[in-house]
């Protein structure tokens, strides 16, 4: 069984920061896109940021310039820098990873959330 597990999140006011982990552990021989999703209430999930393989990254444009998206193989982590944050980034955030486990076959996997609140 593979398991993601997020942490890092909490409540902060306007223009403050949260660094997010999550980590990966379970039976894992490679890790393919890895990053992260949010979803507040009433919205559909939506991409945050990803980290690739071979460490490119994409944001979406909300996030650009603010956020930043990185990932340690060694440790089968990807963290999620987020500075500048604003009322609208509130939600609940997931990570999400791509995971081989020796075989041909890939699975995704869901973390189960960590909630960030940004208000003053």
């Known amino acids: 069984q593979v398991q993601l597990v997020e942490s890092g999140g909490g409540m902060v006011q306007p223009g403050g920061s949260l660094r997010l982990s999550c980590a990966a552990s379970?039976?894992?021989?490679?890790?393919?896109?890895m990053g992260w999703y949010r979803q507040a209430p009433g919205k559909q999930r939506e991409l945050v940021a990803t980290a690739t393989r071979g460490g490119g990254s994409n944001y979406a444009d909300s996030v650009k310039g603010r956020f930043t998206v990185s990932r340690d193989d060694a440790k089968n982590t990807v963290y999620l820098q987020m500075n500048s944050l604003k009322p609208e980034d509130t939600a609940l955030y997931y990570c999400?990873?791509?995971?081989?486990?020796?075989?041909?076959?890939?699975?995704?996997?869901w973390g189960q959330g960590t909630q960030v609140t940004v208000s003053s």
């Open positions: 999400n990873a791509g995971i081989n486990s020796g075989g041909l076959a890939w699975y995704e996997y």
């Open positions: 379970g039976r894992i021989f490679s890790i393919n896109a």
